[in-house]
Each structure stands twice: as structure tokens, then as C-alpha cells.
């Protein structure tokens, strides 16, 4: 098989791999790219195991493939960089058709095209029991221009660029309900929740959009240096900041950006959709933090490419952890799973 | 887990990650790399997955590691190229001890700085059952000089760098016996072969030799344009550069580099050594092609590299297959294993 899965995808990518830049592609020893000049290269890497991070009792394989590629995307667009190079690593299972790699490649390429990112190189290789991927996104970045966790300051305030928590509840009811790809449709037990609502938070899970164009327009701004992407919940992904910054941060419950949907998904999945916001991963969404000076450029930057105001939820403080302030009061939350909030 | 045992395969370095063109290391959304001006980038990746491509019955953690970096310092060699720059994808299962994840690190970091290479990102995800690894390696290539599969010309003599069959005996040995760590050691049945034999097939299989700096002293020398490594044996690999370079070509059965080690491995596996030598893989030697005016300039080289000299087994003919000749005439071989040659 060596290699001829990724050459059939490719094929598939037709005039996406017109690409200039590329001088040797699939089907020799290594790809030869040619890069831009006095530009940094960012890199990132992302492995996808059957039954941990997808199950295709659920996944169809048009969405398996968007959201392979949407994930690396989104690492490209927390550094603020330009995605433009892509290297698949299948390891494959007996028991796959032609049909699904035809599928999951449309949607692989789909996801890169939008970024004009070319696929030219990987690995088929073949697995006993076990489908898994892992896709090497290559990009480039201006120098001196990327966006790092590690440049948090005091009193910088943090934004994020949509709801959070729907990722996880969309998990959560197809894990609930296992439903093959038209999950709840006239299914018993759905009535409390709309049709709306759930192909919402379900679609937050198949299909994230990875914040590649907001990303760059930061960066390219100058007035913004710490982003990073929500793929494994706030209270986590803000403490990665916290501890590469070497401060603290506080978020506001009530400025949690929760949507009507996860709101009414309470209804079927008993969490509540604060603690959700709090810890659900997977929403892909970009955080940053942004200094008082430079919040209401930014904003309208920020508007400008989402085509609705980002959301301000909180503020780096003295300290090394991450606290929820409600009206109760102050609580630590650094790093933690909803499993410890319920 | 996520990203912890890359960050502690990092920390093993030590020295090693003080290179100054990593601008961002592990710990970020990406890597920043900052490449080297005028020069074209190289890029190979590789999957390796448990029982499949290695059994843990037979590969202690250091040669694992060392074998995963060498597979992909291979391809960068048979591109001529300058590896710089390595990507590890870990996919763990339970049951791995800290003990075989520091060996394993040794090991890999042992061969990638031989070659200066920085591991700089990765991946670790949770498997539920089997260990697997993606190794990515980027490298660079002065513009116009890097090797490819595709500029085989008529009458283009072929060299390969050393012996052939040896790793696929090697891989047969250790199956036949299942030997741990030591094999073969005080076994019945090992009397027909000597210490030293095994000892150098084994060792071929567990911990090749990626041909870097051949290949690069070949692409340096501009007299060489077509390499390619031999990791399907070379019934596969020149089929590979026919293909890519629209040409045939003649293997010469008298010339094939075959050790005094794999005759004596006849006695135990009953596969002829011819056989072995044409079709075993992962040899990783470089096999290139050379004009006759080219050739005894680029004999010196690769002599010079190598400490003997390489080994001419056969030339660019008119077609597009591989023949193999032998004292009885001629026989098709192209992309053969050595089922179809016993």
C-alpha cells in the first residue's frame, strides 16, 4: 500500500496541487518545498486515534477529514501564521473502503483548500485493529510576528472569539445517543431539546472552524503577542498561558460566552452549561489577551473578521493559576476537567 | 498526558535543543523554526506501528528509537538534503514504563545527533492498544542540488552503497528464534551460523545506518542527480526510479553485494542470498545512478565517504521494468518481493 492512499488523495486535490512552491511532491524520498524568503516557519502535529478521539459509529468520514486538517489549522491560526504545506501520516485498518477514503479525503482537501494549504507528502502504512492520522502542518509566519502563550501581561485583558463549550455537549449527545450520521432525527427522548439547538452543538463537534484568518489579522496587527487555541477547555488552555506567561488570570463567569443551544442541551445532559463553558474542549475558538491601550483597536479588528464582537471574559492578574470569579466569589479552576467542577 | 512526554524526550536532549534557529520549542501551538536563507526545504515523514512494523519481543527501546530516527535520516540522505529539524507523533498504550520511554528517547536522540538534528514538536495521544510512532524530519538543500528518483538516464550505471539482504535476514533470524534482547545466544540450533554472523544481520535489522552523509556529499558533487534508499529492497526501489525516471534497468546477479553473513544465514533460513539481496528491505543503503564520464569521480566520493568502495550492480536500459541477468539470460523482477522469486 506505502504511500499510494496519500497519492489517490492527492490526486483527488486536482488543481490545489498547482502549487509554485512545490518542487518535489508525493511519490519521492522526501517532498521539496521551496519556502517564501525572510519568512519563519511554524510547525505543528496532530495524531487522531480510532475510539479516543473519534468513533465512526458518529464521525462520517467526510467530517473525520474536515476536522483532521481543522485542528492543525487551528494551531497555525493561534500563532498568527500562514498554513501552506500538509504531510499525512494514515494508519489503516482492514475493513476500510474506497469509499471512505474518497470521502474523507473531499473533506480533508475541502478544510486545506480554504487556506490554499497543499498536501504534498505522508506516510500509508497499515494498522492491525485500528485506524489512526496524524497530519504535519507546515506554515509561515513574519518574523518577529507570531503570537505565543508566553507573552501575557499584567492587566491585559482576555478575549475569545466565539461560545464555548457547545464542542463538548455536541460530544457528549452523539456519544449519548450513538445515532449514525443524522443523529436524534425522530428519535424518543429529544423533545426537550430543539432540532436547531442540537445541530448546532453537534456540528460545533464534527465540523470546528479553526480561527486561521482572525489569527493572522492579530498578528499582522502588532498590538496583539499571546494567543492560543481552546482545544482542551479554558480552564486549562488559559493555564498553559498563566504558567508560559509566569502570571495568573481570572475569568468571569458571567461573561462566559454560552449559547441558547448549550443552554437548552442541559436539559438532556444534566451539566450545566457554565461548567461546560469552563472545561469542554474541542471548540477550537482563539483566545488572546490584549492590553487596555490596545483593546478597542483590536476589538474592531476582531469584529471585522468574526462579523460579531469577540468577548471579553477576563483578565490576567498577579499569580500562577487561573481563578472563576462568580458572584459568589473566587474560585482556583487552573487546569481543571468538568469532572472536577460538577 | 498531551505533549508531557515529548517535553521530558526533550528535556533528555539536554545540549542538544540549544540550537539557535528554533525560536519556539515545545510548549507552544507550533514550532518557529527559522530556516536558512536561499535554500529549499526537505521533508519526510514516517509511521512505524507495533507488531507490524516492530515487536517488542525481539527490539529493545534504544534500537527502537534509534531505528525510528534513522528510517526518515534515510530519506533525507537519499535526497542529498540537510536534516535539521524532527517532529515525534506518539501514540502509547498502557503497560510502558518510564524505563522504556527514557531508553527509547536515548536511543532516538542518540542518532539524531549524529546528524545535529533538533527534536523540536510533536504529539502524544493515549492508544488503546497498540504503540505507534510518526517521526517527521525537515531539512534544507541548497536550490537545484538536491537527489531525486526521476533523472535515471540510458546507460547510467547503478551503485548501492553496501550490502543487500542483510537487514531482511536479520528480521527473519530474530522471528525464527524470538530471542529477547540477546539472541541467539546459547540456543539450540545456532550451531550452522557463527556469532559474528548473526550478531551483523541482526544488527543490520535493529539499528541501520542512515546514508547521510553519502547522499549529501553525492549532491554536493553535482555529478549525481538520482538516488533513492533502499528500504523495499531494491527490486521495489529500482522499480521505483524506472518509474519516475521513464526508463528500465538491468540488475547484474554476479555483482550484488552479498556478505559472507547472509550465505551463512542460507544454512538456517533456506532463502537464497541472491534472493534476499534483490528483494529484503530495509537495508537503507543509497542506491544512485552515474554516467560512465561521472564515474570514477564519483566512486572516489562516495569511497572517500564510506571507507571501501561502493558497488556497481547493474545500468539504465532502454524498457520500463527491471531485469534481473544472470548466466541463464534474463528474468522480469520489477517490484517483486521474495515470495515470487523462491
Redesign the interface.
Known amino acids: 500500500m506505502?504511500r499510494d492512499l496519500i497519492a489517490k488523495i492527492q490526486r483527488l486535490a486536482g488543481v490545489r496541487t498547482k502549487d509554485s512552491s512545490v518542487?518535489?511532491n508525493i511519490?519521492?524520498?522526501?517532498?521539496?518545498?521551496?519556502?517564501s524568503?525572510d519568512r519563519?516557519?511554524?510547525?505543528?502535529?496532530?495524531?487522531?486515534?480510532e475510539?479516543?478521539?473519534f468513533d465512526l459509529d458518529y464521525f462520517d468520514p467526510w467530517h473525520l477529514g474536515r476536522k483532521t486538517a481543522a485542528i492543525n489549522l487551528s494551531?497555525?491560526g493561534?500563532?498568527g501564521?500562514n498554513p501552506r504545506?500538509a504531510?499525512l501520516?494514515?494508519?489503516v485498518r482492514p475493513g476500510m473502503t474506497d469509499r471512505f477514503w474518497d470521502n474523507f479525503s473531499k473533506g480533508l482537501l475541502s478544510r486545506l483548500s480554504e487556506y490554499r494549504v497543499s498536501l504534498?507528502?505522508?506516510?500509508t502504512?497499515?494498522?492491525?485493529?485500528?485506524l489512526?492520522f496524524?497530519l504535519?502542518l507546515?506554515?509561515e509566519?513574519e518574523k518577529g510576528k507570531?503570537l505565543?502563550?508566553?507573552h501575557a501581561q499584567l492587566d491585559d485583558l482576555i478575549y475569545c472569539s466565539g461560545n464555548l463549550g457547545e464542542a463538548a455537549a455536541g460530544l457528549k449527545l452523539l456519544r449519548k445517543y450513538k445515532e449514525k450520521r443524522r443523529p436524534f432525527e425522530g428519535r424518543k427522548g429529544t423533545h426537550a431539546i430543539s432540532r436547531t439547538a442540537i445541530k448546532r452543538l453537534v456540528g460545533k463537534h464534527l465540523d470546528p472552524e479553526p480561527r486561521v484568518t482572525l489569527g493572522q489579522a492579530l498578528a499582522e496587527s502588532g498590538l496583539v503577542k499571546t494567543?492560543?487555541?481552546i482545544s482542551?477547555g479554558i480552564a486549562t488552555d488559559i493555564a498553559h498561558v498563566c504558567k508560559?506567561s509566569k502570571i495568573g488570570a481570572e475569568v468571569w463567569a458571567k461573561e462566559m460566552p454560552i449559547s441558547r443551544a448549550l443552554k437548552e442541551a442541559y436539559k438532556i445532559l444534566g451539566i450545566s452549561p457554565l461548567n461546560l463553558a469552563l472545561t469542554g474542549g474541542e471548540d477550537f475558538e482563539l483566545l488572546w489577551t490584549v492590553s487596555k491601550r490596545n483593546e478597542s483597536e483590536v476589538r474592531k479588528i476582531a469584529t471585522e473578521v468574526l462579523g460579531y464582537r469577540p468577548f471579553r471574559i477576563g483578565k490576567i492578574v498577579q499569580g500562577d493559576g487561573v481563578l472563576l470569579k462568580t458572584s459568589q466569589g473566587a474560585k482556583e479552576i487552573t487546569y481543571q476537567g468538568y469532572e472536577h467542577l460538577t
Not at 504534498?120 to 506516510?123: A, H, I, P, R, W
Not at 502504512?125 to 485500528?130: E, S, W
Open positions: 506505502e518542487l518535489v511519490g519521492d524520498d522526501c517532498a521539496v518545498i521551496a519556502p524568503p519563519y516557519l511554524i510547525i505543528t502535529t496532530d495524531t487522531l486515534v475510539s479516543i478521539h494551531d497555525a493561534a500563532m501564521g504545506w504531510f501520516n494514515l494508519a504534498v507528502g505522508g506516510d502504512v497499515t494498522a492491525p485493529d485500528r489512526s496524524s504535519t507546515i506554515g509566519v507570531w505565543s502563550r508566553s494567543a492560543i487555541d482542551d508560559s
